[in-house]
């Protein structure tokens, strides 16, 4: 029966190549129609590929962390019942890995490599101790076992179980091992991290950025969630949180200052009429900006559940190129992480971000009195070449006021 190629797919647009992050099966491995094989990272997404039959998994033909194109040949599949795996297939090794020299080849028998590359002191202590090095995990790099796992091994078998030269061996070698603790570990950028670094540098090189700030008092909409917010959540199944307050008073400001809503494109400057605000969400495998489109035409509730859609998917890495791709405006809520205050950097080709922050309690002025109040910093980035200081002053001044007086979108005042 011939075999079944199991494809890179089609690349998204303006991307050339991708990396091979994670091979969810292995030679000789069942499959199932459909099932996830191998996921393909890009600078902007994780594509998952699917097997296209049921049968066993023949052959990898490119390991992960190999650079593939769209189109090109990852492995192959032998069809059949996904329960039947030939002897053929079950001693046929992988094939040869077609990396580039600079990237780190994968451990497909990390045990048998681990012990390979054993160095002469750990060969010795195993040696001397009877540990099978096929039953110690290595935490050096691809995976080697150093003198410390020789130790760890040795001190997680119960003291009866060892003879007295052992268990003074095991705190002399635990000791010795001391030294050899201080070790490094290097891992390849991954092409999400690279992007995000290409990006930042370009917008730190190609705008003439500038930051301002201003503060507000969060009392008045800490207390519309204390009053509405279970209500909120029984009618609309979703949280009354921070952002759709931030991203109605971003919307609102952009109305009224078009240009922190536009772009510069070689001479000319590019005005919309439509508001597309991207959202920076952390993820295990670096930020994202997943674009809520045309965020003036939701409610309150639609934004929080759009939100929430948004932010699961980046963790899960499920986001598509479409949600990643566009936005006019940017905001970046570090306050969740504990930050006070920062200078956010422009995501070209926008022109401007909008950095949240902590809500902490702090004494202000008001009315001639001190008090304590839920203040918030909340800092804007902009390019200096399109917005000027009137219009972004006036700008964030607008975002202060509505959400210092919600009720200003209600009146559009």
């Known amino acids: 029966m011939n075999s079944v190629d199991i494809l890179v797919p089609d690349l998204p647009e303006s991307v050339t190549d991708a990396t091979v992050a994670t091979w969810y099966k292995k030679p000789g491995d ?30 990898i033909l490119h390991d992960t962390g190999a650079t593939v194109r769209a189109r090109q040949i990852l492995g192959r599949i032998l069809p059949g019942p996904a329960a039947v795996q030939p002897e053929a297939v079950k001693k046929q090794p992988a094939e040869p890995v077609a990396t580039q020299s600079h ?59 060892l003879s007295p030269a052992d268990v003074v ?13 201080r070790t490094e570990k290097r891992v390849l950028m991954t092409r999400l991290r690279k992007r995000i670094a290409e990006r930042l540098l370009e917008a730190k090189s190609s705008t003439a950025m500038l930051t301002t700030f201003n503060e507000v008092n969060m009392k008045p909409i800490m207390d519309l969630r204390k009053q509405y917010g279970d209500r909120f959540e029984q009618r609309h199944g979703v949280r009354l949180g921070f952002m759709s307050f931030y991203i109605k008073a971003v919307v609102e400001a952009l109305k009224r200052y078009p240009e922190v809503n536009a772009s510069i494109d070689g001479e000319e400057v590019v005005y919309r009429n439509y508001f597309d605000v991207s959202i920076a969400v952390s993820t295990p495998r670096g930020l994202v900006t997943p674009v809520l489109r045309d965020a003036d035409t939701y409610g309150m509730a639609e934004i ?54 902590a809500i902490k309690d702090r004494p202000v002025a008001l009315d001639g009195q001190v008090v304590i109040l839920p203040m918030m910093y909340l800092a804007l980035s902009y390019d200096h070449r399109l917005v000027d200081g009137r219009e972004s002053v006036g700008y964030l001044v607008t975002v202060k006021e509505i959400l210092e007086d919600p009720t200003r979108l209600l009146l559009d005042v």
């Open 304 to 357: 929080e559940k759009r939100i929430k859609e948004l932010a699961a998917k980046g963790r899960d890495g499920k986001l598509t190129v479409e949600e990643l791709t566009g936005g006019n405006f940017t905001i970046t809520n570090g306050g969740v992480f504990g930050s006070l205050m920062s200078t956010p950097i422009i995501n070209p080709p926008q022109s401007a971000i909008l950095g949240m922050h």
């Open 169 to 181: 061996a095991t705190v002399v070698a635990t000791v010795v091992a001391t030294p050899e603790s």
């Open 30 to 59: 069942a499959v199932l129609r459909d099932e996830t094989l191998v996921d393909i990272e890009t600078d902007k997404v994780i594509l998952e590929v699917p097997a296209s039959e049921a049968g066993t998994l023949e052959s």
């Open 103 to 161: 990237e780190i080849p994968h451990e497909i028998d990390g045990a048998s490599q681990a012990a390979d590359a054993l160095s002469p002191a750990v060969r010795r202590l195993a040696a001397e101790h009877n540990v099978e090095v096929t039953a110690v995990k290595g935490s050096g790099i691809r995976g080697r076992i150093t003198r410390e796992d020789i130790a760890q091994h040795l001190s997680n078998q119960p003291l009866s179980a």
